[in-house]
Every structure is written in structure tokens, then in C-alpha cells.
């Protein structure tokens, strides 16, 4: 079978998308997913999206790592089928879109910037020497200093598996304060279980705990990650954070056709 597809990017956080309106996809493959997400013996991502048709709204999002296991929410993937929707022509510049954690609204640019809204969140754990709060994805967050210098495979890694999360896990991001209303983060996927470049429910989530525990009293928080920049605002009402958008680029990269067994 021949299969067309195209290659997007947010923030270096790249990702598969196929058309599967169609419903020809074989989405329970495992194997052929996580090939196909192999930079050495197939396209090469972080993940692979597929778009599919929706009764509540104008498309479904299906997420999977690369290992090629669905997955929860991934924000910089959602951005990125907003810009893939827009190339098909599903939609124009406002959306809205159907993913594992409910409705997302998005509006996306003639450049291409696209503002994403995530979910609410009700609860942040915060802990003397960790934040975790779930943004459509889990996310541990740790603030550190000198943060180029971290090995955020095996931090990361041991933390994932640590534990403190049992074996469904969460992603592993840390923080270091640039100014008041900017910071830096690297974060540990699991599923990818590597470094990724940008991971954006990971920014979001990044955002969110430095409000709560006092780090920046801004509700626009600009977030630098190895891949670009990316902006999260919201809105704070006690412990409540709604209106949440990631905004940030979603980027063509090519498109190509791949025959699998």
C-alpha cells in the first residue's frame, strides 16, 4: 500500500500527518506507525497525526508517539494539523477540532502562526522541589539553573520512570528564569523517550506552574525551547487557569509518498 503524506513542524517538534478521512489507515499497526516515525528506516518524527472526519466539528485529531502508541494531548501537533487542515482546504484562518481531551478552538495566520486553545486547569501539585499538572498531557516540571548543561535523557528519564508516576509515567520538563515573563525549558517525551526540541502541552504546563508558585505574576509567558519560541496565555481566576492558547509556528517541511508491506 502507497501511502501520501506530509511533514510539519512547530518549534522543531516534528510530526507525520496522513489524511485518513478516508479511514484507509491501518491504526491499530503499532509497528508500522512507529516505522514510519523512525528517522533511520522510515520518514523520521516525533509523532504521526492523522486527520479524520468529525461530527462535532471540522476534523479529528489521532495522536501517536514514535513509538507508535496512541497518545494524549500533544499541543505543537495540534498547531501543526490546524496548518495542515488550512493545505487541504477544511478550513481557513478559525477552526475548531476534535482531540482525545475534548474541543480545541484554534485560529492560525497567513504566516502561519497558529494560536491554539488548550484545556482548563483546575489543579497544579506543587511540591518544595517539583510543580505536576496535567495540560492535556502530564508534565513534571523542576526549575534549575545552567540548564544548556543539563543530560535531560537520563534526568529525564529517571524521573519518568520513577516512582512518583508509577508506569503510565509523565513528561519531564525543566525550567530556568530568563526575565520576568520568560523562560527556558528542555523537556523528556515519554513515548518519544528522548529530548525533544519543543514540546508544547509541556510549555504550557511550564507556563502555568511559574504563575502558580509565584515566579511571574504575568499571564503572557513566553517560552523559549531548543526549537524557537513559543507564547502561552491565560487567564487566572484563584487556582483555575482558563483561556489557555499556545502560540507559536507551524511549518511545512515536505511532502512524499511511502509504500509499506
Known amino acids: 500500500m502507497e501511502i501520501n503524506f506530509d511533514k510539519y513542524e512547530g518549534t522543531g517538534n516534528d510530526f507525520v500527518m496522513i489524511d485518513n478521512r478516508n479511514d484507509f489507515f491501518p491504526k491499530n499497526d503499532v509497528n508500522l506507525i512507529a516505522h514510519l516515525c523512525d528517522r533511520r528506516f522510515g520518514i523520521g518524527a516525533d509523532g504521526l497525526i492523522l486527520l479524520e472526519n468529525d461530527s462535532e466539528s471540522d476534523f479529528k485529531m489521532v495522536y501517536y508517539n514514535s513509538d507508535g502508541n496512541q497518545s494524549t494531548m500533544c499541543g505543537n501537533g495540534g498547531r501543526c494539523l490546524v496548518a495542515f487542515a488550512k493545505k487541504l482546504q477544511i478550513i481557513n484562518n478559525s477552526t475548531s477540532f476534535m482531540a482525545v481531551d475534548g474541543i480545541h478552538h484554534a ?6 502562526i497558529v494560536s491554539l486553545q488548550m484545556k482548563d486547569v483546575d489543579f497544579v501539585n506543587s511540591q518544595s522541589n517539583y510543580t505536576f499538572l496535567d495540560t492535556g498531557s502530564p508534565h513534571h516540571i523542576e526549575m534549575v539553573s545552567s540548564i544548556a548543561n543539563l ?3 537520563s534526568q529525564g528519564a529517571a524521573i519518568r520512570y520513577s516512582d512518583l508516576y508509577g508506569s503510565a509515567g509523565a513528561n519531564v520538563n525543566f525550567v530556568e528564569q530568563i526575565s520576568d515573563d520568560t523562560f527556558s525549558i528542555r523537556t523528556y517525551e515519554r513515548g518519544v523517550e528522548d529530548e525533544t526540541l519543543s514540546c508544547g502541552t509541556g510549555a504550557t ?5 511559574m504563575n502558580f508558585i509565584g515566579k511571574t505574576n504575568s499571564n503572557s509567558i513566553k517560552i523559549n525551547v531548543r526549537g524557537g519560541k513559543l507564547e502561552v496565555s491565560f487567564d487566572k481566576k484563584d487556582s483555575h487557569f482558563s483561556n489557555v492558547f499556545l502560540k507559536g509556528p507551524a511549518t511545512f517541511v515536505f511532502q512524499g509518498k511511502i509504500n509499506i508491506k
Open 107 to 112: 485560529t492560525i495566520s497567513d504566516e502561519n
Open 151 to 153: 543530560d535531560v535523557k
Open 205 to 209: 504546563a511550564a507556563a502555568i506552574a
